[in-house]
Structures are given as structure tokens and as C-alpha cells.
Nanobody, 117 residues
Framework: QVQLVESGGGLVQAGGSLRLSCAASGSIFSSNTMGWYRQAPGKQRELVAT?????????ADTVKGRFTISRSRDNGKNTVYLQMDSLKPEDAAVYYC?????????WGQGTHVTVSS
């Protein structure tokens, strides 16, 4: 059973920073991709950033240069982080952690990010 637990969302002023974390536990194939997606009200869920098990990264154009994705592995638990700097009101959304395995995807429960102007 794979479980994803997210933390780190909240309210921040425009220009501020937040760091999201997502810990994945359970039976996880060593070759995998972890990432963050977001969904704003009335919009479709969109890719924010992904990172593979060999640390190859991919970012949405809208967050390049402002967000940084990273990951770690300790005691069998894979954790992915999203450092969000220079936040803008348009970054406000529910952010979802994602784990891609060869046979299926897993999603976190979502964490809210609110950016005040």
C-alpha cells in the first residue's frame, strides 16, 4: 500500500515563499517520478514540476526560475519537496503530490496554497 502525505501549504503574501513536502511510503519501485500538480478553482489540474529517481527535473513555464523541486530518500521513505519563491496570486491553488510508478499513479490529498496580493 502506497501512501502520500503532504504538508507545507498555507497563506502567504505575494512575493513570499512556501515549501511543500510530500512523503511517500510503502512498496515503491526504485525507478519512479515524483512531482507536483495544482488545480485552481474552475481550472483543470496542471503540471507544476516533476523529478525522476535520477534527479532529472521538468518545470511548467509559468514557474521556471521561481520554483525548485527536489527529493530525498531516507529509511525507505521517498520525499519530494517544492520550494516556491516569488509567489504570485496566480499561483494560488490546491497542490497535489504525484508518484508515477510503472504500473499506476498515486496522488496525495492536496494542500492549499493561498497568495494574497
Amino acid at each position: 500500500q502506497v501512501q502520500l502525505v503532504e504538508s507545507g501549504g498555507g497563506l502567504v503574501q505575494a512575493g513570499g515563499s512556501l515549501r511543500l513536502s510530500c512523503a511517500a511510503s510503502g512498496s515503491i519501485f526504485s525507478s519512479n517520478t515524483m512531482g507536483w500538480y495544482r488545480q485552481a478553482p474552475g481550472k483543470q489540474r496542471e503540471l507544476v514540476a516533476t523529478i525522476t529517481s535520477v534527479r532529472s527535473t521538468n518545470y511548467a513555464d509559468t514557474v521556471k526560475g521561481r520554483f525548485t523541486i527536489s527529493r530525498s530518500r531516507d529509511n525507505g521513505k521517498n520525499t519530494v519537496y517544492l520550494q516556491m519563491d516569488s509567489l504570485k496570486p496566480e499561483d494560488a491553488a490546491v497542490y497535489y503530490c504525484n508518484l508515477q510508478l510503472p504500473y499506476r499513479d498515486y496522488w496525495g490529498q492536496g494542500t492549499h496554497v493561498t497568495v494574497s496580493s
